[in-house]
């Protein structure tokens, strides 16, 4: 079967930084994304990778390592509003995406 | 980027009755669209595909019954959640790819959060 796995809930303090780990298995593979969702809205894409490697976007960086079924993604310098759930989704063979069960991030002054 | 609408934002309704919500993809033709329900601290799940001109694909266990979809056009997708229930209240979103490149980010909608009274 197809499986995402990503922690439930971590916290970090403002200003620090943070790895969000995501692990896959897929019926093939198109390409993995992350996404950041706030309470009671819909999620917002912040990154996607299809290659492996580190991906950088300002405070957030993505990384993917095809060969073992692993991406992370990196939050920088913290921010309150950085709280927020974080959904990583492959799209597998069928560009069907498949999503994880997202993190929780929480932050602390 | 590409902008995905979705109307209406909230609903409340009365058990037994229907609710309709639309999905509009403003500056760009999508022949697929999806929705999804999320339950509270819960990821997305798929609920079904919509196909623009054709009937929908249902995810195994969802109701097409109960979840009405109509995708008649390139840029609008309805669903219809008929007979509503209480067990029927949650957030339900939908999502759109554009048709030039099938691996790409899925643009989505605001979500609507309906609750059946």
């Known amino acids: 079967g197809q499986n995402i796995d990503q922690p439930t809930e971590m916290t970090a303090t403002e200003g620090a930084i943070v790895q969000i780990n995501c692990t896959y298995q897929t019926s093939g593979f198109n390409g993995l994304f992350w996404y950041q969702q706030h309470a009671g809205e819909a999620p917002t894409f912040l990154s996607y990778?299809?290659l492996d490697g580190l991906e950088e976007k300002g405070r957030f960086s993505s990384f993917l390592s095809r060969s073992k079924g692993y991406s992370y993604l990196l939050l920088k310098e913290l921010q309150m509003k950085d709280s927020a759930s974080y959904l990583c989704a492959v799209m597998d063979s069928n560009y069907q995406l498949i999503w994880g069960a997202g993190t929780k991030l929480i932050i602390k002054p | 980027g590409a902008v995905v609408s979705q109307h209406p934002s909230r609903v409340i309704c009365k058990s037994g009755t229907s609710v309709k919500i639309e999905c509009r993809s403003l500056?760009?033709?999508?022949?697929?669209m999806f929705w999804y329900r999320q339950f509270p601290k819960k990821s997305l799940m798929l609920m079904a595909t919509s196909n623009e001109g054709s009937k929908a694909t249902y995810e195994q266990g969802v109701e097409k019954d109960k979840f009405l979809i109509n995708h008649a056009s390139l840029t609008l997708s309805t669903l219809t959640v008929t007979s509503a229930h209480p067990e029927d209240s949650s957030f339900y979103i939908c999502?759109?790819?554009?048709?030039?490149?099938?691996?790409?980010?899925?643009?989505f909608g605001q979500g609507t959060r309906l609750t059946v009274v």
């Open positions: 990778n299809v």
């Open positions: 999502s759109a790819r554009s048709p030039q490149a099938e691996n790409t980010e899925a643009f």
């Open positions: 500056d760009f033709q999508a022949t697929t």
